[in-house]
């Protein structure tokens, strides 16, 4: 579930309207829509904690597949040039220039928050529902007036709902429940743009129910399918910035 | 007071059904009466150190945390790690719980050569023997879990549970209960914490109000039972009282007054004071029964004579529990305030309900007991020429033994250590002696450091701080940004030791605070708010002792001042400072109120008898009472508590009265020309209620002593002991003094 969160909504897509559709089907024509090979991103993150404080990150984003992913650090001043990279949920490095150094992370960092922020890097990095199982059928439903599929997702035992607009398959709300079946966290996906055919939310908003912050990630400018190569992912890059 | 005999001899059916009317309203207010336990809530907010406790549940999440202490002679096994794991689950589900901490679930950051771990300390719990000795060896090796999730022995550990601010405490701790519960551990687990202690305080409140109430009511039946021999004499006399505990307490609960550990012995000091009004107008009216007067004069008698000493007696009472208003602790000012409120009410029922319901009911003067004068009387008037002889011996002892008493008296200290509530032994007091022994103590120091935390110069400060700290006594686990970052420092540099340093440079600063974003944010937002503009220094505390708090606060402001001197903004607080605010609050102010107490009693006895050494007579017998009270306090070592820090201007107070009835019957008795035969006559008449009155008071605060809450109990003892003493004292020293000072005079201004 935590896949989807994300910036995978960057990257979905669509498609015709077919009723009485499986889950998985709708789930299929959501990646479709958003799916796009490799993408690079600048975004402005905006993290307002329960107390209305608001901190702003500037970072631009190169990703490929669906789990090459590496994050520079534009601003704030002191944290620029700060990179993480990601190929694969195990590989995860950590580049601060005022050290100068490169370090590998391993353990559980890819499950905790990425830079203070609502989302986890595992949330960042993926780019689609991955192994996400459909559990039951879709409800026909609407969403703030929209049309929508209601998904009932299982990642690995954690659940959520998801909601796809209907008419163009696009991801709406995702809702992570607890183990009681409240919400986690809610996130919201908007100003959808479609680029290259390819459908992207200019707008992720994040809301932490359990912590009462709220993660905004805006979107500055989005390239698709550019070719990126996989070498691109290296120590070097990390240092350079991409 | 002419007027009231006339009003209760005219309307007494509408005086009844007026206070059962008015009982049955304040009555359905005990419904909104709240059992509060809370220390920090005893003293004014801005003199505790509770504004950052505020700040502390607004900007990381809570201040408060209770603790599960697991004891198990097994503890690096997967039985006791694997039911670890699941309570910490459990508990972290409790909507109430903001974040748990246990081994199992702590993040740690640390170096493995090029390799930055960020990893649970426990990722997976190990099947192998010798997987488990390697966790236990690398656990009690870290300094940063030996000592304060597991014991330096490795048989006890943790479990940190900090609460949400706006938690229903109660709600919570049971939660937590039934999780601990279902856990089925092998070894023992216990409850620690202040949001613990402090619920168990509120459970043994209410266990003591639902006992203490029926035990004093009980304990007055006897009393009253056996000195008046009449079902009249028993029931009303306590009926009264028990209308005005109703009264007073339906009071509280309107005007949604917290019930504090000092407001739980209110109901039963009402109904041991309380008690005496109705026992002396009652003592009257079946006196002047038995002389043959009508209804119309009984009434005169009752109400308007022995109305003005029980009025008297019932001024100077409320003046001793009104000189605890002087007194800086806020519950003990609200006490005070509804003890005032309580005795007052209690007299005017005893003046009006009482003769009231004596009007109502048909004379059976066969009824009442025969005996006149009463043994006791007639060993009373014996008594009162011998004390006349030797008045000189009487009061030289006295003297003796109040300069004796001042000189123990002069031990007493004043003690706020609330885990001194629970009985010795008992599983509260047991569990926060374990965690104040083997991890560090349950109180914990609150420092918040205001500016830009990212600041290598901040952040340098802190650090010596820090290390200052650690020198002070009873100091144990400091906790901060600091130590995070030089750990991560060492982290990122291949663990090497000589890089546990800070970074140097702001940079460096703001990237290590990204990366620890990876080992779980919670960890770090409760050191440091999200902007780095605040930041959270906890010193932990080991001692109780409100002594030791003082001397340590006094050591942590100076460092304060010492290591940032002005230009950094920095405030302490938390609870132990809440609990030394109380302990200032006791001492500055509890003299206060024994001089305040004594005092008022002086004026208004010479005020009301219009003699200023009838004033002084009248406060002796209290002030010997006084000494013998303090003079025990400090020979037994009993420290002066949130409630024994009453004891003195109830005391006083109370003790009072004896003295009032005296004298108002001496003067009454001036025709009697003879000194000695007016004193006989005085003790005579007087003399019984009056040990009645300090036996029923008495033994009302005596069951106090079965409160489950020592402090309770204590003050239950000393205040039961005080008014027995007083009485006798009374009857003793009164005479004494008056045979010396009317010695020569022939009566007394009237």
Known sequence: ?242 | MRWLPGLVYRYPVWITAGVGLLTLVLGYFLKELKIDAEVTRMMPAGESGVEVLRVVDREFGGSEQAIVVIESESLFTPKVLSGIERLVEQLSDIPMVNQVTALNNLQDVRGAGDEVVISRLIDSIPSTRSGLESLRARVLADRRYRGRLVAQDGRAALILIRLRPDADRAQAIRQIETAVKQAHFPGRVSLAGSPALMEFVRRWMVADLLKLIPLVVLMLVLVLGLASRTWRGTVLPLLVVLVAVVWTMGLVGLFRQPVTIVMVVLPPILLAVGSAYGIHILERWQQESRNGLDRREVVDRAVGRTGLPVFLAMVTTAAGFAANLVMKVVAIRVFALFAVIGIAVSFVLAVIFLPALLMLMPVKPARFRQENPARSARWLGRLAPRIIRFRTAVLVTAAVMCVIALIFGTRVRPETDFVRYFKSGSEPARAAEIVNRQFGGELQFEILVEGDIQDPAILSRMEKFSRDLERVEHITHISSIVEVLKSTNRAFNQNRQDAEVLPQTRDEVAQYLLLLSFSGSDYLASLVTPDYRLARITAQFNEHSSAELGRAIKEIRALIRQDFGPEVRVRLGGVPLAIYALHEGIATSQLWSIIAALLAVVVLVAVMFGSLRLGLVAVLPVGFTLAMAFGLMGLCGIRVDVVTAMLGSIAVGIGIDYSCHLIARFREESEEKDIRSRLSRTVQAVGPPILTNALAVGLGFAVLGGSSLVIVQKFGLLIAGAMLFSGFAALLLVPAVLAGVFKTTRGDKK
Do not use: H
């Not at chain 1, 650090?73 to 601060?96: I, K, Q």
């Not at chain 1, 703030?144 to 696009?170: C, F, M, P």
């Not at chain 1, 399918?225 to 240092?239: C, L, V």
């Open chain 1, 1 to 242: 579930m935590k896949r989807m969160q994300a910036i995978t909504s960057v990257l979905l897509c669509l498609s015709a309207v077919v009723s009485a559709m499986s889950g998985d089907e709708v789930l299929d024509r959501m990646r479709e829509a958003t799916t796009a090979s490799d993408r690079r991103i600048e975004a402005v993150m905006r993290i307002t904690d329960k107390n209305g404080r608001v901190q702003e990150r500037v970072l631009r984003m190169v990703m490929k597949g669906d789990n090459k992913l590496l994050v520079r650090f534009l601003e704030p001043a002191d944290l620029r040039g700060v990179s993480f990279m990601s190929t694969s949920p195990e590989n995860m490095w950590v580049y601060l220039p005022a050290q100068g150094r490169v370090r590998r992370i391993s353990g559980s960092a890819a499950e905790a928050s990425f830079g203070g922020s609502d989302f986890s890097y595992k949330e960042m990095a993926n780019i689609s529902f991955g192994s996400s199982r459909v559990q039951g059928v879709p409800v026909e439903t609407e969403l703030n007036g929209v049309r929508a599929y209601q998904l009932l997702i299982d990642d690995g035992g954690t659940q959520s709902r998801l909601w796809v607009e209907k008419e163009r398959y696009l991801p709406l709300q995702v809702e992570q429940l607890d183990r009681d079946g409240g919400v986690r966290k809610r996130i919201i996906f908007a100003e959808f743009q479609q680029e290259k055919g390819v459908w992207m939310p200019w707008l992720i908003r994040l809301e932490n129910r359990a912590k009462g912050s709220v993660t905004e990630l805006r979107l500055r400018s989005a390239e698709l399918n550019i070719g990126i190569r996989d070498s691109y992912f290296s120590e070097e890059n990390m240092k350079k910035g991409g």
